[in-house]
């Protein structure tokens, strides 16, 4: 996550257990978030509607994972060894250079100055 420029991490609180997640975000957006729970690691992937279907659409996204966001806005990984790791960080990557291309096809707000 260190490689993708501006990615934050804040810690969330599950609402049930009241377990610390660690959750990363890009631009306000929330890309992911992790369970921690003993060995067991695993995430809950967020896309909204649109980039679902990009997501969903892109051919270089290990299918399984397309399968998986196609069905709904969030998705839940398990990662059993760091095997599982590359394929959903692909994915991420992926959801990261759509916001990307969103905020850089927006124009930005000019200013005024103060005279």
Same mark, same amino acid.
Request: aromatic letters at 12%.
């Given at each position: #996550?260190?490689? +993708?420029? =501006?990615?934050? #991490?804040?810690? +969330?609180?599950e609402k049930n257990s009241s377990e610390p997640t660690p959750a990363f975000f890009y631009e306000g957006r929330q890309l992911f978030h992790l369970h921690l729970r003993g060995i067991e690691i695993s995430a809950t992937f967020h896309t909204d509607f649109k980039s679902r279907l990009l997501l969903a659409e892109n051919q270089s996204i290990d299918w399984r994972l397309?399968?998986?966001?196609?069905?709904?806005?969030?998705? =839940? /990984?398990? /990662?059993?060894?760091?095997?599982? &790791? =590359?394929? /959903? #960080?692909? &994915?991420?990557?992926?959801?990261y250079q759509i916001i990307a291309e969103e905020i850089g096809a927006k124009p930005r707000e000019e200013r005024p100055i103060a005279v």
């Open positions: #996550m260190r490689q +993708l420029k =501006g990615v934050s #991490m804040k810690v +969330l609180y397309r399968d998986e966001i196609r069905k709904r806005t969030w998705a =839940g /990984f398990a /990662f059993e060894n760091s095997k599982d &790791l =590359g394929p /959903f #960080m692909e &994915l991420v990557k992926a959801k």
